[in-house]
């Protein structure tokens, strides 16, 4: 079945950097299109990176454009999440997910209802 597992969380200072890594199974991974979530307490859950299925086509939020960097092994069945110049406001929950259409680029890449599968997430606290 699939599975998304996402790992690199923790506790950093501002302006620390975090390296979240999200390994894949139970899909052809190298096909689908995968995003990066976050949902920080009391918070909606917000649409963080997109990355599409061969890695060409990226998108972020603008607040983390220039400090973040989505990439994907698609050998490896990862997608990692690095995250420079961090801010307190960045603190939240961070997860990884699926597109649910496989084979072209989601135009929708910042709705949640473009994803079916989810990690469990993993937290990132940003200490001021």
């Known amino acids: 079945q699939v599975h998304l597992e996402e790992s690199g969380g923790g506790l950093v200072q501002v302006g620390g950097s975090l390296r979240l890594s999200c390994a894949a199974s139970?899909?052809?991974?190298?096909?689908?299109?995968l995003g990066w979530f976050r949902q920080a307490p009391g918070k909606e859950r917000e649409f963080v990176a997109h990355?599409?299925?061969?890695?060409?086509?990226?998108n972020y939020t603008d607040s983390v454009k220039g400090r973040f960097t989505v990439t994907r092994d698609n050998a490896k069945k990862t997608v990692h999440l690095q995250m420079n110049s961090l801010k307190p406001e960045d603190t939240a929950v961070y997860y990884c997910?699926?597109?649910?259409?496989?084979?072209?680029?989601?135009?929708?890449?910042?709705?949640?209802?473009?994803?079916?599968?989810w990690g469990q997430g993993t937290q990132v606290t940003v200490s001021s």
């Open positions: 990355i599409n299925w061969n890695g060409d086509i990226i």
């Open positions: 139970g899909f052809t991974f190298s096909v689908y299109d």
């Open positions: 997910c699926k597109a649910r259409v496989y084979g072209h680029t989601r135009r929708r890449y910042w709705a949640g209802d473009e994803y079916d599968y």
